[in-house]
């Protein structure tokens, strides 16, 4: 159960991240520029699903930034000592 609940963080953490990068730009004109569809970009930003890892290539083009960069700052909106496997 705990597992889900930290995924939940990640996708929470990837959506926050989004918001902050993108501005005031629309999902629907990002998306048209840089191929990805609104539908995965509105899921994104609401914690609903997780990016996969071209999807994290294809957003951080389009939001200026690296793809370490935007792992970074998901990661920095984690909890403290945040880990996926359970020990």
Same mark, same amino acid.
């Given at each position: 159960?705990?597992?889900? &609940?930290?995924?939940? =963080?990640?996708?929470?953490? %990837?959506?926050?991240? /989004?918001? &902050?990068?993108?501005?005031?730009? =629309? $999902?629907? @004109?990002?998306? %048209?520029?840089?191929?990805? =569809?609104?539908? /995965? ?7 609903i699903?997780?990016?996969? @890892?071209?999807?994290?290539?294809? @957003? %951080?083009? %389009? @939001? ?12 920095? $909106?984690?909890?403290? $000592?945040?880990?996926?496997i &359970? $020990?």
């Amino acid at each position: 159960m705990q597992q889900n &609940e930290n995924k939940k =963080s990640i996708t929470k953490a %990837a959506g926050k991240v /989004l918001k &902050e990068l993108k501005g005031g730009k =629309s $999902n629907y @004109l990002l998306g %048209a520029e840089y191929d990805i =569809s609104t539908s /995965l970009l509105n899921h994104i930003e609401r914690g609903i699903k997780d990016p996969q @890892l071209t999807t994290v290539f294809k @957003l %951080a083009e %389009a @939001l200026g930034v690296r793809p370490w960069e935007f792992v970074k700052k998901v990661e920095e $909106n984690l909890p403290e $000592n945040f880990t996926l496997i &359970e $020990n």
